[in-house]
């Protein structure tokens, strides 16, 4: 079984910066990509992508925060991490960690961490 545990979120006002970690471990095989979703509060709200990094780190941005955000990894530690700049108060969500592991059978799941709150005041 792999665990996530997340840290870095909490209170900024807008145009601060926050940043995120996601530590991988337990039975860990090979991590694929790592990456973030995030949530905004309300009902009906849909999870939607915030960065992602694969294991050659080629990385992929949401619409939404492109420009503003870096992600990037320590593979050695099975960390990611998102360096966010310039929030918004529209940032303000519930951030889930992502991964995609291989076990040692090959196969592949997909873990979520609890999430972390950011709330960006205006």
């Known amino acids: 079984q792999v665990q996530l545990v997340e840290s870095g979120g909490g209170l900024v006002q807008a145009g601060g910066s926050l940043r995120l970690s996601c530590a991988a471990s337990?039975?860990?095989?090979?991590?694929?990509?790592m990456g973030w979703w995030r949530q905004a509060p309300g009902p009906g709200q849909p999870r939607e992508l915030v960065?992602?990094?694969?294991?050659?780190?080629?990385?992929y941005y949401g619409g939404s925060v492109k420009g503003r955000l870096t992600i990037s990894r320590d593979s050695a530690k099975n960390t990611v991490y998102v360096q966010m700049d310039s929030l918004k108060p529209e940032d303000t969500a519930v951030y889930y960690c992502k991964i995609s592991h291989t076990n040692e059978f090959l196969v592949e799941s997909t873990y979520w961490g609890q999430g972390t709150q950011v709330t960006v005041s205006s």
């Open positions: 960065a992602e990094i694969s294991r050659d780190e080629t990385t």
């Open positions: 337990g039975r860990i095989s090979r991590v694929n990509r």
